[in-house]
């Protein structure tokens, strides 16, 4: 195999143990708000049936799933959002769910997009959805505990862009004509966060609708006000705590799918993060669509990638760069058992701790310990064994201190509290 052989695909990704803690601390943020919302966890599978997966988001976005036919000779896809499979799971355990359902899921995702800055053909997916309320209250309950998974993390500036599903259609549909219907003209509106103002008429131009067509829907659409719906909504999530300055109606606000119903929104997060960094809203008859009950549904789905990426340009994660707060030393194979008990009792108090893997100089299992950021090493010989003592080297210091095995796990601790992680 050649070293070209061994590489990432392109748009997929290694994580190296630094970058995994990192991922690994956000998530654990964004989960602990979720959980005090009220969410429940869900897991779906890594591959649909692909008439599961397409037809669901409008053809631009059906040509980036991964499908493919597998052994058995299924058109199978791997999952573009989690939104979808869901619906379907939604759809299938119907029976054994509550009325009123709230979930959150965490997987990844595929999308055969061009791979740039904060944007993979694999990357997580972080989604929480309310199921069988189509009650006002639910969309703003989705938006308040979006801006508190942001707030968790530690993002000073999130801004909860926001708009209606069925105003925009209604403002842009007498607009339609052959070969561009009202779905296209919203599809090349959700591009304004992308492309200049004057590139997206021009493509309304190229679609059909002429230029002044094309400037009278842009115009349509930028004076559009805000739905009742839409007001109420607005309300409730700032009564439930979602700042003022965090709600901002936006009504060129398109998100292209054309599974969306209703209230549809963005998360901005100004200069830590480029374009957006979640988003969602609802849609009621996706559920429907799959085969089971009618069931209205409203969501979203946090773009992972870039809110981990931005919370470390940001310095909202803190720089746990190791695994292990001790190494073990072991200096012969006479005193291989009473180091071993050593780190079983270090473990059984919540310490983490490495075992070095074999007999070796002690000079490089320092070094084993210094390249892991390691700040403590346990040594055991004979000596210790007879006094009933363990010698700890404070491995950032140069200290080293014996001290009583019933001693052992209270100077590791006061050790490594005495010194920044």
Known sequence: MSRDDLRTLK????????????RDHVRGRIVEAFRRYGFEPVQTPTLELASVILGKYGEEADRLVYSFEDRGGRRVALPYDQTVPTARLLAQHANALPRFFRRYSIASVFRADKPQRGRYREFTQCDIDIYGSASSLADAEILACTHAAFKSVGFDRVELRINDRQTLIQTLEPFAVDGCDVYSIIQTIDKLDKMSRDAVLG?????????????????????????????????????????????????????????????????????????????????????????????????VGFGFDRIVEAAQASGLVPGVDRGADVLVTQLDAATLAEALQAAGELRGQGIAVEVYPQTDKLGKQFKLADAKKIPLALMLGSDEVKAGEVTVKDLRSGDQHKVARGDLSGTVNRLLADAPA
């Open 203 to 299: 493509e309304l131009d190229k679609k059909g609708l002429g230029e002044a067509r094309a400037v009278e829907a842009m115009a349509a659409i930028e004076s559009a006000k805000p739905s009742e719906n839409l007001a109420e909504i607005m309300s409730a999530a700032s009564n439930l705590g979602v700042t003022e300055d965090a709600l901002c109606y936006a009504p060129t606000l398109a998100r292209g799918l054309d599974y969306y119903t209703g209230m549809i929104f963005e998360v901005h997060l100004g200069d830590a993060c480029a374009g957006s960094a979640a988003g969602g809203g609802r849609y009621d008859n996706l559920i429907g669509g799959l085969g089971g009950p009618d069931t209205p549904a409203v969501g």
């Open 11 to 22: 748009g997929f990704r290694d994580f190296l143990p630094a970058e995994k803690r990192a």
